[in-house]
């Protein structure tokens, strides 16, 4: 019999590892890492404390996730990404700048979010600039769907936040729409929100302004 295979919100393109990438997948994933299990984490015993807990999908090369622990020593980042490049990067990035704030889960985000996670324990959720599959065929591999949002919301603290950014307007149309058809979050501004401090500008985002290309976060919080 068979079953039918989940859609996934990404591709796995692994890319080429650099040897520093490879390096600090080797040596320092298993101090900074979790690996993926079925089974619910103790979010305050990963980090050896008591403090507000940000989880980031799809961290990309981390370069922004690491300038936002950094910038925040008081709260705990964890990131979820597939890409092996970009995870050999974060840890990199980790280990230069001394960060005990942030550790790192390569595995799919749908299920670390649905056996490891445990309802209202997140004060807040990062989705930037995901994949936004802008062919209208590709449309159901977007990561922002109702069921997806639905997740989201049981895993968010109540008045927890989730903070969305894209630079493809369409894809910010779509998100906006989804969000709004959730009772459990409330926009925290009319429609887009201004780019938060706590954002870094990244290069290729201010490449993208400097072209006119558009950028829409979308905020949310949890009731």
Not at 50 to 68: D, H, N, Q
Not at 91 to 110: C, F, P, S, W, Y
Request: charged share 25%; with cysteine.
């Amino acid at each position: 019999m068979e079953h039918s295979r989940p859609i996934r919100s990404f591709v796995l393109r692994q890319g080429r590892l650099t040897a520093a990438q490879e390096r600090a997948v080797d040596t320092l994933l298993p101090l900074f890492g979790i690996p993926y299990g079925a089974e619910t984490l103790d979010l305050d015993a990963v980090f050896g404390r008591s403090a507000p807990k940000i989880l980031e999908i799809g961290f990309g090369m981390g370069g922004a996730t690491a300038v936002i622990a950094a910038a925040n020593p008081g709260q705990d980042y964890l990131g979820i990404e597939v890409h092996t490049p970009g995870v050999g990067n974060l840890l990199k990035l980790v280990e230069e700048q001394g960060l005990t704030n942030l550790r790192v889960i390569q595995h799919d985000a749908v299920e670390v979010l649905r056996f490891m996670i445990a309802d209202s324990t997140l004060d807040g959720v990062h989705i930037f600039f995901p994949d936004p599959w802008h062919k209208k065929r590709h449309h159901k591999r977007r990561l922002l769907q109702a069921e997806f949002v639905n997740l989201l919301c049981a895993k968010l603290k109540p008045a927890g936040y989730l903070h969305f950014a894209t630079d493809w307007e369409e894809y910010a149309r779509w998100t906006l729409e989804v969000l709004h058809d959730q009772p459990l979050l409330i926009n925290t501004a009319e429609e887009y929100a201004p780019r938060p401090e706590y954002r870094p500008l990244t290069k290729f985002e201010q490449r993208g302004l400097n072209l006119g290309h558009g950028v829409w976060d979308l905020i949310y919080r949890r009731v």
